[in-house]
Nanobody, 115 residues
Framework: QVQLVESGGGLVQPGGSLRLSCAVS?????????MAWYRQAPGKQREVVATITGGGSTNYADSVRGRFTVSRDNAKKMVYLQMNSLKPEDTAAYYC????????WGQGTQVTVSS
């Protein structure tokens, strides 16, 4: 069974940066799988913020394009989200999964952007 473990969240001031990590275990075909970062703010639906294919092609939600960068290390079975120029509206719990949500959700990692 595939497990997803997100980490790297925290409290940061507006304009700051954070790097989130997602460790994927139990997948023998990780390098072939597209992955995605999602976020869910209180009272809102979970939304996709970034996707990356197995080959490294990326796509971003308009709200984060130019500020967030998704990357992956297939050898380590890791997915990363570099978040720069953070805004209060980026405050949410962040999760990783495949674009088709094939795996059970991990616990997520909380990102709070506040002065």
């Amino acid at each position: 069974q595939v497990q997803l473990v997100e980490s790297g969240g925290g409290l940061v001031q507006p304009g700051g940066s954070l790097r989130l990590s997602c460790a994927v275990s139990g997948s023998s075909i990780f390098s072939l799988r597209g992955m995605a970062w999602y976020r869910q703010a209180p009272g809102k639906q979970r939304e996709v913020v970034a996707t990356i294919t197995g080959g490294g092609s990326t796509n971003y939600a308009d709200s984060v394009r130019g500020r967030f960068t998704v990357s992956r290390d297939n050898a380590k079975k890791m997915v990363y989200l570099q978040m720069n120029s953070l805004k209060p509206e980026d405050t949410a719990a962040y999760y990783c999964n495949t674009p088709s949500i094939q795996y059970n959700w991990g616990q997520g990692t909380q990102v709070t952007v506040s002065s």
